[in-house]
């Protein structure tokens, strides 16, 4: 059974720190480009930062550059996002996503439930 459970969320101050993961399990995430997304309520959901199936460079929406780091392990299957110097406008459900070109121009693509990230005082 394919999973992606994201943990980490919750409520943090202006400023503050917070480590998401991303636990994926039922499929080898290493062949799957991995991301993250965001939803704000009312808002259409956002990428946020990815890293290719690769050990390639990561990419950063620019809302978040200098801010929040992306990393995996392949060989433990899991991906993090480490979320420095956090705003009341990075409050969202925060969502890890796999993605890989299955051929023929079809995607694969993996979804987990979210995790919710308030920043509030």
């Known amino acids: 059974q394919v999973q992606l459970v994201e943990s980490g969320g919750g409520l943090v101050q202006p400023g503050g720190s917070l480590r998401l993961s991303c636990a994926a399990s039922?499929?080898?995430?290493?062949?799957?480009?991995m991301k993250w997304y965001r939803q704000a309520p009312g808002k259409q959901r956002e990428l946020v930062a990815d890293?290719?199936?690769?050990?390639?460079?990561?990419n950063y929406a620019d809302f978040v550059k200098g801010r929040f780091t992306i990393s995996r392990d392949n060989a433990k299957n899991m991906m993090w996002l480490q979320m420095n110097s956090l705003k009341p406008e990075d409050t969202a459900v925060y969502f890890c996503?796999?993605?890989?070109?299955?051929?023929?121009?079809?995607?694969?693509?993996?979804w987990g439930l979210g995790t919710q990230v308030t920043v509030s005082s």
């Open positions: 039922g499929f080898t995430a290493s062949s799957y480009a």
């Open positions: 996503n796999a993605k890989r070109y299955a051929g023929g121009g079809r995607w694969t693509d993996y």
């Open positions: 890293m290719a199936s690769a050990a390639g460079s990561p």
